[in-house]
């Protein structure tokens, strides 16, 4: 078992055609159950060839009918992503993850409000990952994204992590002391983005194959938090928390473009304390977290 993807899951690579899309689709590919997972590209310029054996669509909608892909990965350049994103929405599929950084906050703003009516109205939803993230992976089964395939194992530890390095970061660690991954997520740290900790914790905790989280987090916004305090009333499984930016100054924006604390409740003393008290085994020693988590099993 796995959360959001598996080794049956279909996948479409939108930009596929591009330098970044190119490279990483072929590097997924190669990656355990890759060559059966990745299914379809779109490029409408491009529509009939072929790149890697797989086959180029004009639309993502019509990729998804031939092919019967449920995910799509995005690669499109800032300025035509969240078209890309809203294109995959549009098509009804599962889940769409972008890995793109960069795309205008307006642009997001607008594909969000679209995704929101669309439900509204009864529409079906579509999970977003990212942007501005890793992507995920279900170690030994399918990656999808940037993240180096060789340091996961398979096994029964959840990973969260709005910093793609952290996630990588984590992940090593579990492997060196013998404990493998059930999956990892990446959510991005953009400030307006999918999928939020909240939403992973949920699935991390009604997945019989994970055991126990490790949750890592950024300064700026409400995220973990919320996070927190739903996992201190429903999370039957011991997580180790995170957060990155303890010696940040409030009020100056930081790397991530949602990494901006205004010196309230979003610094990353006030998250790791709101966390401790919601039953996290909490560390601001990063080198530490599977070392903590393994202790906690």
């Not at 591009?18 to 990483?24: A, C, L, N, S």
């Not at 990588?168 to 999928?195: F, H, K, M, R, W």
Request: glycine share 12%; hydrophobic share 40%; charged share 25%.
């Amino acid at each position: 078992m796995s959360i959001l993807i598996n080794k049956n899951t279909r996948v479409i690579t939108q930009g596929i055609t591009g330098k970044t899309g190119q490279f990483h689709t072929e590097k997924c590919q190669e990656y355990a159950n890759g060559k059966e997972c990745f299914v379809a590209g779109v490029n409408p310029k491009k529509a009939g060839e072929q790149i890697f054996g797989i086959p180029i669509f004009g639309t993502v909608k019509e990729a998804a009918k031939e092919t019967g892909a449920t995910v799509s990965v995005i690669y499109v350049p800032p300025a035509g992503a969240a078209a890309a994103i809203w294109e995959a929405v549009e098509a009804d599929l599962d889940l769409a993850i972008c890995i793109t950084e960069g795309i205008p906050v307006k642009d997001m703003l607008e594909v969000r409000n679209r995704m929101k009516e669309k439900e509204a109205k009864g529409g079906k939803r579509t999970m977003l990952l990212g942007p501005n993230c890793p992507g995920l992976i279900t170690p030994e089964e399918i990656k999808i994204g940037i993240m180096p395939g060789h340091i996961h194992r398979k096994g029964r530890i959840g990973v969260v992590s709005r910093s793609g390095t952290l996630t990588y970061e984590a992940v090593a660690q579990l492997t060196e002391i013998g404990l493998g991954q059930s999956s990892a997520v990446g959510i991005g740290g953009d400030p307006i983005n999918g999928l939020k900790h909240i939403e992973i914790m949920q699935l991390f905790n009604d997945d019989p194959d994970t055991d126990a989280v490790i949750m890592i987090g950024e300064i700026g916004g409400p995220d973990e938090v919320d996070a927190a305090l739903w996992c201190k009333d429903n999370m039957k499984k011991p997580i180790v928390g995170f957060i990155a930016g303890v010696t940040a100054p409030a009020g100056k924006r930081m790397g991530h473009a949602g990494a901006l604390i205004s010196g309230g409740a979003d610094t990353a003393d006030a998250k790791l304390g709101i966390m401790e008290e919601c039953g996290f085994t909490i560390t601001r020693n990063p080198s530490e977290m599977a070392k903590l988590l393994k202790a906690r099993l």
